[in-house]
């Protein structure tokens, strides 16, 4: 359905204010199919939505527990922004730089890139 839309000239990114985008949504709703669609459209990856605050479509994936949406995302070059996206991915190895955007920088990453993550809660965590 999504591809029909699209080529019946629907915008990848939805309607303008619309809070999340299209691929936010098929991040938040476990929808790898329609991920995969959007993305070969062209689809912003780094667009962020409202449901996970200033999440793109890889924090929601992660947030809700789709590893098969996080998967297709990184494939596609979705960028790993914080220490929870890193923990869904399964490699903070690209957080332990100086420029990591999480509080107290690359410090508190490097402990947990030794010692994992014991029970961290997320539905999609590949660290722990």
């Keep these: 359905m999504a591809r029909v839309l699209i080529e019946a000239g629907a915008s990848v990114e939805g309607p303008p204010n619309a809070g999340e985008t299209p691929l936010i949504a098929a991040a938040s709703l ?3 199919d329609v991920a995969r669609v959007l993305i070969e ?9 409202v449901a996970v605050a200033d999440g793109t479509a ?12 996080v998967d297709v ?17 399964g490699d903070v190895s690209g957080l332990l730089s100086s420029g ?4 107290h920088g690359g410090e508190a990453i490097r402990v947990i890139g030794t010692s994992g993550v014991p029970g961290c809660g997320l539905p999609v965590c590949r660290s722990c």
């Design 41 to 49: 459209a062209g689809a912003n990856l780094e667009k962020t939505g």
């Design 73 to 89: 995302l990184v494939e596609a070059g979705a960028k790993v922004r914080t220490l929870k996206e890193a923990a869904g991915v």
């Design 58 to 69: 890889l924090s929601h994936a992660v947030q809700f527990g789709f590893p098969e949406v």
């Design 100 to 103: 990591s955007p999480e509080p």
């Design 30 to 32: 476990g929808r790898a």
